[in-house]
């Protein structure tokens, strides 16, 4: 169970939303990259990066605070990155700089042809993310509900040939007030790819209980806000997650 910490980033800076809304943003760094450096020395095996100004204007707008992290970290640790990536021209840019994953969200249920190109010409490089709220899917930074099927659409993007899938409660994002477990264990049963799973990750009782159903097809979980607050000690957790899936 990979446990991935996320630096969400907002106009340069590390921070953190509640439920997705810009307005309740809370900064935990003004240096991501001084960040991610200090996660990967307490032994994170892959980040999570998002570019939240990107992915609300539709195009990047972190690039120079990623690419910071990239040249920092990137040698060492698999990163991946979502928010504002729209064309094939920034996900090469992005993969050229040392990124190891590009993270597709609102343009994938957009614009399937779009991913489909990416994963032809990315193969291996490309993960959907579904932002959802009573199985049904969101778009455009959590601000717009559609009527697509979350298990629908991650069935569709597994025959694009999409490496993983980032499923998110968004109701519970930022909240710790637990992961959404049965929801996540319904996607991973309908896939043959992996499943990560995030939103709402709050303490060691959560860390378990994904553990307790990894054979599912739950391939890790994105650690925000309950790290940052100390609510979760990730070294911790990490280390019990490999002893409970060792």
């Known amino acids: ?145 559609t009527r697509h099927d979350v298990v629908d659409l991650g069935k569709k993007f597994e025959d694009f040939g999409v490496e993983s899938i980032i499923y998110t409660d968004i109701g519970r994002d930022g909240m710790l007030t637990g992961i959404n477990i049965d929801a996540t264990v319904r996607l991973a049963q309908a896939l043959t790819i992996p499943v990560i799973a995030s939103g709402g990750l709050s303490n060691m009782a959560d860390i378990e209980a994904l553990c307790e159903v990894e054979g599912e097809g739950i391939e890790g979980v994105i650690c925000g806000r309950a790290i940052y607050s100390g609510n979760l000690d990730f070294e911790a957790a990490q280390e019990l997650a490999d002893a409970l899936n060792g």
């Not at 240096?31 to 998002?50: F, I, Q, T």
Request: proline share 3%.
């Open 1 to 145: 169970m990979l446990l991935i910490p996320a630096i969400d980033l907002k106009d340069g800076h590390c921070v953190r939303l509640q439920q997705g809304d810009m307005e309740l943003a809370t900064i935990f760094s003004e240096e991501p990259a001084v960040m991610a450096r200090s996660w990967v020395d307490k032994g994170a095996r892959r980040l999570h990066l998002v570019d939240l100004n990107g992915a609300f204007a539709g195009h990047p707008k972190n690039e120079a605070a990623i690419r910071k992290i990239l040249k920092l970290v990137g040698s060492e640790i698999d990163v991946q990155l979502g928010g504002g990536i729209r064309d094939l021209d920034t996900i090469e840019r992005y993969l050229d700089a040392g990124l190891r994953y590009v993270i597709i969200g609102t343009a994938a249920v957009r614009n399937p042809g779009f991913l489909q190109d990416a994963c032809t010409a990315f193969g291996g490089h490309i993960i959907v993310g579904l932002d959802a709220k009573d199985g049904k899917v969101a778009t455009d930074g959590w601000s717009k509900l």
